[in-house]
Each structure stands twice: as C-alpha cells, then as structure tokens.
C-alpha cells in the first residue's frame, strides 16, 4: 500500500521550531538547572487580581464575551493606554482583547497582509516575528540592531531596507532579548520613515512598564502616527499574568475590525476569567507592578556587572528582564556556548542566535529569576568563562 502524499502547508513545513522550546527540551532533561531562560517573571500574579478571577468563577461568570471582549475592560484599557501612552482610542471600536499579545501580533498579520508584502522589523527579536510573518503570506525583511547604538533601530537602516512591496514596520521596545529602548527622538526619526513611505507600524510595547531608565514614549502617541499604527499590548509581563494569556490591541476601526473578524472565526472571545482578572490588574495594580520592575532593577544591575567583571561585555538594558552579553570573546559559537555552559555548570540561557541572525554571538540571560539564584548563577558562569578562554 503506498503512502500518503506530504499534507503538511510549504510554508508550514519550512518554518524552524523555536530555538527557546528546543533548547529547554535540553534543559528539562537536565537535574539542578538554574534557568535563565523563559521569559517568565518569577513572581506570583498579585494576590488582588487572582481574586477577582476566583470570585468571576463564585458568581458563575463562565459564559462567552462579545468578541471584542468585556466593554467594562475595554474601558479600562482605553482610560489605561490614554493615561500611561497618551494616545486616546473609542472602547467600543477601537480596542479589541485577545487570547495573550502573541494572538493579537498574528490577527494584525493576517488582517492586513497579502501574498508578498513585506514586513520590515528589527533584530535581534521575540521568535515568533519572523515565522508570524510567514504564516500569513508575507515575507519578513530584518533590520539587524547593534549593541554600540543600545539595541535601538536607526532611520536610516530602515530606509535602506524599503521596497515596493514593503507595507508594515514592526516594533517591540523595549525588546526581548536585548532590552533596548528607543528615545522620542529617535522614533521622530523612525516616523518620518513610516510616513514617507506610508507604512502602518505594529507596535508591541509588552515590556513598557518595565522601562528603567528614561521615558516609554509609544509611537502611536506621535504627531500623524495613531491613525497608521496598530498598538499591542498585554498583562503578562508587568502584572505577572503569563498563564492568564490576555492581550489586547487598540488601533483605526477599519484595521480593528479586521482584525475582529479573524478572531471571531478562530478564537471567538478571550476568556471571560482572564479579562475579569485583567480589570483588577488594570484599577488596582500599579502598585505590585513598581515593587517589581525594582526588583528587576536591582537583579539586573547584578547581573550585568556580573556578566562584564567575567569578560562578556553586556549593554546595560534599560528595559524588559533581559541582558543579551556578548561571548564572541570565548571563541564560541552561541549553541556551543550555552550547551557548554548547561552541561558543565547547570545554568540554562538561550542562544543569541535563535533571535536572528544578528543574535549569533550573543546569549539572552532572563533575570526574573530570585536574586539568590542569580547569584549563584553568575558564579558557576564566571567559572565556565574562565575555562573557555
């Protein structure tokens, strides 16, 4: 009997798994790892917000939402996002809530993408930008950043990368892995690249409150840009709400509405528990999200001290709960690098290179891991670094 013919989509089959999964599939199989890993806050949601999805289950509120989700949370999210980005968008169509930011990057892709546009974004970046991309038809065109200018893009390397057939700009600042930041000048600078070419931005600001040094300015909130940017967000970094996968996106009805009408067809609604849980975070949870990006603060200036005293020079990140070091000084290359590393010391990060191409000679340390263990953590690594060299 022959066998069936492959069914798998081209453009399935062709995209790599993720880097991060692949390399913890080690990772597990390894006894007394301290994971540097996933990008996961060490914390436990706040008290107050798992109780208010504790007692959305006691009142019984287990039924579907409107696709666009709560009203009562899109209002919170429009007040939100007007109060911390400045930029005001109507509730009731200009905000949708979807299943974590990564459903919410993956709608706008396929909302607003034919066969053969590109997709222009900078790198080293989250994995999944690239093969988002592809699964909605579009090509992905990188723009590498570099550690001297902070991990931030320039205008001028993305005017170098335009094209014809280029439609959309993504962004994601401050960034996973690197923890650069852009200023508002600088995103002045990258707006009149947009306008210029009349692009529509992505932006996923995720890791906005967690902006140690300078101010968080959104791009959406600049002169011209609200009516051509798509603004993602979510509560999985700043209030600790990762298995709550709850995001949402805020941008133009028409692109909205989109945007809507593939998430009606696939996922319908976000969890009616999650967006409960999303309105408490949102009223009343600033105050736990400081006492944490301090702490982050403090495990961060640990940690890259530690990684430069060791001889693997690492940009001060002045966002997110990423340093990304350079190990080009080891001779190593970042696979060899990181399995070396987990073997012999049992300390877990993540290759530079499954962040991109410009990623190759570098490795991502997550520090939202407790400070005991970062400490122990940078011991057993300045111990393998002295070894390689």
Not at 120 to 135: I, N, R
Not at 314 to 325: D, H, I, K, T, V
Request: proline share 6%; with cysteine.
């Amino acid at each position: 009997m022959s066998s069936p013919r492959p069914f798998v989509a081209d453009h399935v089959s062709g995209i790599p798994r993720s880097g991060i999964r692949d390399f913890f599939d080690i990772v597990q199989n390894t006894p007394g790892v301290i994971s540097l890993g996933v990008g996961e806050p060490d914390f436990v949601t706040p008290w107050n917000i798992r109780e208010a999805a504790i007692y959305a289950l006691e009142r019984g509120r287990t039924q579907y939402t409107s696709n666009l989700g709560l009203l009562r949370l899109r209002e919170a999210i429009s007040r939100y996002v007007a109060g911390q980005f400045g930029v005001r968008y109507d509730p009731a169509s200009q905000v949708l809530v979807t299943v974590g930011v990564s459903e919410a990057l993956d709608l706008a892709l396929r909302a607003v993408l034919n066969p053969g546009d590109e997709v222009v974004y900078h790198e080293p970046c989250y994995v999944s930008y690239s093969p988002s991309v592809v699964l909605a038809h579009g090509k992905p065109v990188p723009v590498a950043c570099r550690a001297e200018d902070g991990f931030a893009v320039t205008a001028g390397a993305l005017e170098a990368a335009m094209t014809p057939r280029t439609k959309v700009l993504m962004l994601n600042f401050p960034t996973n892995p690197t923890g650069g930041t852009m200023t508002r000048e600088q995103l002045e600078s990258i707006a009149g690249v947009v306008r210029r070419h009349d692009l529509l931005v992505l932006t996923d600001e995720i890791y906005s409150e967690l902006t140690f040094e300078g101010e968080h300015v959104s791009i959406a909130s600049l002169p011209g840009m609200a009516e051509r940017t798509i603004f993602l967000h979510g509560f999985s970094k700043a209030y600790a709400m990762t298995g709550f996968r709850i995001g949402y996106a805020c941008g133009p009805v028409p692109l909205i509405e989109a945007m809507m009408k593939v998430h009606q067809y696939s996922m319908l609604c976000a969890s009616i528990i999650a967006q409960e849980a999303a309105i408490e975070a949102l009223e009343h949870g600033a105050e736990a999200t400081a006492m944490m990006r301090e702490q982050y603060r403090l495990r961060r200036n640990f940690v890259v001290k530690s990684l430069n005293d060791m001889g693997l020079p690492c940009a001060l990140p002045r966002g997110s709960f990423y340093a990304f070091p350079s190990i080009a000084g080891t001779g190593m290359k970042a696979r060899d690098f990181a399995l070396g590393l987990l073997r012999e010391e049992q300390v877990a990060c993540v290759p530079g290179g499954a962040f991109g191409a410009s990623g190759e000679t570098f490795v991502r340390c997550c520090f939202a891991t407790a400070f005991d263990q970062l400490e122990v953590a940078m011991e057993r690594m300045a111990r393998f670094v002295a070894r390689s060299r």
